[in-house]
């Protein structure tokens, strides 16, 4: 069996230079940030995705979805992704 989902989501773009361009968004209730960078001169893209901010202020409810989806994603700095 084969299934082909189609899909859209949006990113800002947060840097675009010479080197690469930067773009991310945040979505769903545990508040991912899912960062693409296209690195223009090796040729290359990286995808990354990390929480954008602490989940302990969501409602239990949100938390416990997050924790049963086995979310294990942590909170990262943001100089690895240069604004």
């Known amino acids: 069996m084969f299934s082909l989902d189609s899909d859209q989501e949006d990113y800002t773009v947060e840097r675009w230079d ?3 361009i930067v ?4 979505t769903g209730i545990c508040r991912v940030r899912n ?3 296209f690195d223009l001169e090796q040729k290359r893209i990286f995808y ?3 929480l954008s901010k602490p989940t302990e202020d969501l409602p239990k409810f949100s938390q416990d979805a997050c924790k049963f ?3 294990r994603l942590e909170l ?3 100089a690895m992704w240069k604004k």
């Open 23 to 26: 773009a991310s968004n945040v």
């Open 69 to 71: 989806v086995n979310m």
């Open 18 to 20: 010479k080197k690469a």
């Open 76 to 78: 990262k700095d943001s």
């Open 48 to 50: 990354m995705s990390t």
């Open 35 to 37: 960062v693409i960078k």
